[in-house]
């Protein structure tokens, strides 16, 4: 599967940004979904995750409330909702796939990462 992110740019602290990611190759709905960050100088970190069905989401303590996954089986996307942006939430954002049921909130073990795309919050 190759997978497509989207939706990134700047805006002001408080404000939001729909990131999605889209899917060739194969059908979404056979992998677990995750979206992960990284900010300049720092380790790629977890941010959400959802199982297979939907039906399970995880989402790191610095996102919990503001940040929501779903899935649109209908047009092959996971999107990532992000709600009340933080200065500190600048970062480099990723989707990545997992051939697998469960999501796990680890890098290792997603199998297939998209490009990445920018979301800058200024202050």
């Known amino acids: 599967v190759q997978l497509q992110a989207s939706g990134g740019g700047l805006v002001q602290a408080g404000g939001s940004l729909r990131l999605s990611c889209a899917a060739s190759?194969?059908?979404?709905?056979?992998?677990?979904m995750g979206w992960f960050r990284q900010a300049p100088g720092k380790e790629r970190e977890f941010v959400a995750a959802?199982?297979?069905?939907?039906?399970?989401?995880y989402y790191a303590d610095s996102v919990k409330g503001r940040f929501t996954i779903s899935r649109d089986n209908a047009k092959n996307t996971v999107v990532l909702q992000m709600n009340g942006l933080k200065p500190e939430d600048t970062a480099v954002y990723y989707c990545?796939?997992?051939?697998?049921?469960?999501?796990?909130?680890?890098?290792?073990?997603?199998?297939?990462w998209g490009q990445g795309t920018l979301v800058t919050v200024s202050s």
């Open positions: 959802s199982s297979r069905s939907g039906g399970s989401t």
């Open positions: 990545a796939a997992r051939r697998s049921v469960m999501a796990i909130t680890t890098t290792r073990g997603y199998d297939y």
């Open positions: 190759g194969d059908t979404l709905s056979n992998y677990a």
